[in-house]
């Protein structure tokens, strides 16, 4: 039950040409420590609970649990979470034999773009599109548990 992740900010939006699919998605968190979140989401018509536990010191692996609940479960357990809900649409980018999932953020986070690549091993190999701008793995101002309570259009100084 080990994530390894890295995140990257998105530099354009030449990422939607290539994409296969994209769906929105509304989440909210139970719990936003960075040591242990409780998220809600509800992806296209499916609800999702999902446990997120520590990172390592880079921030590419950390603990993750997660179980497809029925959707309207989802929307009751999103009317107890804490103020601040993410909003946005994620689009899939296939990219050689990886699969990058791009969100754009709106709300509280219009104009953040940030990718994120799922791999096996942290120090996996992987193509960078041109689109993929400065790497913030690790960096929790970019935790979506984060974003809900400090948005990116509250930041003074947005670096992109």
Known sequence: MQEIERKFLVT???FKKEALTSYRIEQGFLNTDPD???RIRIKGNTGFITVKGIGNASGTTRFEWEREIP??????????????SIEKIRY?????QHR????VFFGANQGLILAEIE???ENECFKKPNWLGKEVTGDKK???SQLSKNPFTNWKNIPL
Do not use: H, M, W
């Open 71 to 84: 959707v309207n479960e989802a929307e009751q357990l999103l009317d107890l979470c804490k103020a601040g």
């Open 100 to 103: 990058f999932e791009v969100d």
């Open 119 to 121: 791999l096996t091993e």
């Open 36 to 38: 242990r979140t409780v």
């Open 12 to 14: 354009s939006t030449a």
């Open 92 to 96: 899939e980018i296939p990219v050689n």
């Open 142 to 144: 970019y935790y979506n």
